[in-house]
């Protein structure tokens, strides 16, 4: 009614008064609104205010009986009970793939995994794998099989030859020294001085080339050469083999950084050394004067720089040279075989300064 009290339409339909809270709500939406009916939904129904003639509104209201609330909690039971199936599907879908799909994969996966740090294989093939993967499984089986037995194979015939090179650089190493004894036996025999001078050159070069043979068997490196160890070797052997080292009247200054080069562009490296340092044995330092012979090998950006030369009496070269010796002629002939830039000076002392290019990967140690 106009004056807010509420008349019920029927007599005997049990019908409540709804709370005061929603009949305000309602009559300030409708008053508030242009449309004539205004609606609230609830928990538990509904409720629809519309005005009509004589100032008057109609209130209805619809209440959730028992029957429409048993059916909606038996719908929610229901779609919580197949949540609840379809969750444990999933689960046991996961379960029976992890046991019969994956954790074979994943064994299998491990066994290569094994295999290749270890050289052991072991599918551990059981018959409650699907029938592909024990297929799989036994694939791999025989091919790691033959994969062992070929790496086996292998390594025994690298070995092997290892044991040939190592055989080889000994047997040359001793035939080179051989060779060098009886040059120098040849050359006792010898008067002419300058004969004799020229065995002893020969047997010089040949017994560089031995020291290289020899820190290659030392090493056991076959396919390179520590150049720190060889060249200082090689150096001492030389002034040793001089008979200078016991005097003391020269010395040797050699530095050098460690690092690893191919045989082959060691030997007309070695040979270079020796014949500079024979050199200034020979003519450096007369009447017993003393001094310092020196060799700086250092490798930078892919370049190799050589340096060797004395602080002796120095030398006088033509320029252009017209009349080389056989030693100025065999150092141009290496460094023309190294590819090499060969430049020397001969004021206040003499200095040799090769600079040549090294490939883009050194060489490493194979043992």
């Not at 928990?43 to 009509?52: K, M, N, R, T």
């Not at 619809?62 to 909606?72: N, V, Y």
């Not at 018959?127 to 994969?147: C, D, H, K, N, V």
Request: glycine share 8%.
């Amino acid at each position: 009614m106009h004056n807010g009290q509420l008349l019920p339409v029927c007599s005997d339909c049990g019908w409540q008064s709804p709370p005061p809270s929603i009949v305000h709500e309602l009559k300030n939406a409708l008053e508030n609104s242009e449309r004539s009916i205004i609606t609230l939904p609830t928990g538990l129904g509904g409720y629809a205010l519309g005005a009509i003639a004589g100032g008057a509104d109609i209130l209805v209201s619809t209440q959730r009986t028992s029957m429409e609330s048993d059916a909606l909690h038996t719908m929610i039971l229901q779609i919580v009970g197949l949540v609840l199936l379809l969750v444990i599907g999933l689960v046991a879908v996961t379960l029976a793939a992890n046991i019969v799909l994956i954790g074979p994969l994943r064994r299998l996966t491990y066994s290569v995994q094994k295999w290749q740090m270890e050289g052991i294989f072991d599918a551990r093939i059981t018959r409650s794998m699907p029938l592909e993967l024990q297929r799989l499984g036994q694939a791999f089986t025989r091919a790691t099989r033959r994969l062992s037995r070929h790496e086996a194979r292998l390594k025994k015939a690298m070995a092997h030859q290892q044991l040939l090179m190592k055989e080889v650089h000994h047997r040359v190493k001793n035939n080179l020294q051989i060779v060098a004894s009886l040059l120098n036996l040849q050359a006792n025999q010898i008067e002419h001085p300058e004969v004799r001078a020229e065995f002893a050159l020969a047997r010089d070069r040949i017994r560089a080339l031995a020291t290289l043979h020899r820190t290659l068997y030392a090493e056991d490196a076959l396919n390179s050469l520590n150049m720190a160890v060889f060249l200082q070797e090689l150096c001492e052997q030389t002034l040793h083999i001089a008979g200078e080292s016991e005097f003391g009247r020269m010395t040797l200054d050699v530095v050098s950084d460690s690092f690893w080069m191919d045989p082959d562009q060691a030997v007309p490296l070695a040979l270079i050394v020796t014949e500079i340092i024979t050199n200034s044995i020979k003519y450096a330092f007369p009447d017993g004067q003393k001094g310092t012979i020196f060799v700086r090998l250092h490798r930078s950006h892919g370049q190799l720089t050589l340096q060797v030369g004395d602080n002796g009496v120095g030398c006088a070269w033509e320029d252009p040279p017209v009349h080389q010796g056989i030693g100025l002629k065999l150092i141009h002939a290496f460094a023309r075989q190294l590819k090499a830039t060969l430049t020397y000076k001969g004021e206040g002392g003499v200095q040799y300064t090769l600079v040549m290019r090294l490939p883009e990967t050194p060489p490493e140690p194979r043992k």
